[in-house]
């Protein structure tokens, strides 16, 4: 069974920084690409990052450009995303996603990590 | 980057009526759109793909259809698990990848 969890949430100051993890179990961790996807509080879904299987390629959202960092261990079965210099607007529950092989839609989903950025 | 949009934003529904939600994108996306089901809580989860396919373990009331810019994501009979949001999203120009609004179903 194909499970994500995420971990590393919890509630910061503006400014602050914070480490998001998301353990993978039950498939080929190394062979597919994986993405970070976030939902502000009664929002949509916004796309984040992403990240190639090899971790060659890495994309960002503009909203979150220089500020984040996706990174795996396929050693580890890990997708990770280093948050600094937070912002209130980005509160929102982080969710790891799997690409489906080949594609960029999302087969498997995390059960989401609450980033609460306040003072 | 392409821009999604969905109508209706939310709607109000019976058991057993049928349901059309539609998504469209400002350019054309050659059926590379996915649907997802979110409940108050979850995740999102995976519906359907490649515009029409349905994913593995959907029910046969899902369906999804359309070309070009416009796309429909259509319940046959509304059952009582079937109220959720739902997001169209395209994956034909990535980065990046975009979602639309979302259509929220609930009970009339």
């Known amino acids: 069974e194909v499970q994500l969890v995420e971990s590393g949430g919890g509630l910061v100051q503006p400014g602050g920084s914070l480490r998001l993890s998301c353990a993978a179990s039950?498939?080929?961790?190394?062979?597919?690409?994986m993405n970070w996807v976030r939902q502000a509080p009664g929002k949509g879904l916004e796309w984040v990052s992403y990240i190639s299987s090899s971790g060659s390629t890495i994309y960002y959202a503009d909203s979150v450009k220089g500020r984040f960092t996706i990174s795996r261990d396929n050693a580890k079965n890990s997708l990770y995303l280093q948050m600094n210099s937070l912002r209130a607007e980005d509160t929102a529950v982080y969710y790891c996603a799997r690409n489906s092989l080949g594609a960029y839609y999302f087969d498997y989903w995390g059960q989401g990590t609450l980033v609460t950025v306040s003072s | 980057d392409i821009q999604m949009t969905q109508s209706p934003s939310s709607l109000s529904a019976s058991v057993g009526d049928r349901v059309t939600i539609t998504c469209r994108a400002s350019q054309g996306i050659s059926n590379s759109l996915a649907w997802y089901q979110q409940k108050p809580g979850k995740a999102p989860k995976l519906l359907l793909y490649a515009a029409s396919r349905l994913e593995s373990g959907v029910p046969s009331r899902f369906s999804g259809s359309g070309s070009g810019t416009d796309y429909t994501l259509t319940i046959s009979s509304l059952q009582p698990e079937d109220f959720a949001t739902y997001y169209c999203q395209q994956y034909y120009s990535t980065p990046p990848i975009t979602f639309g609004p979302g259509t929220k179903v609930d009970i009339k």
């Open positions: 039950g498939f080929t961790f190394s062979s597919y690409e």
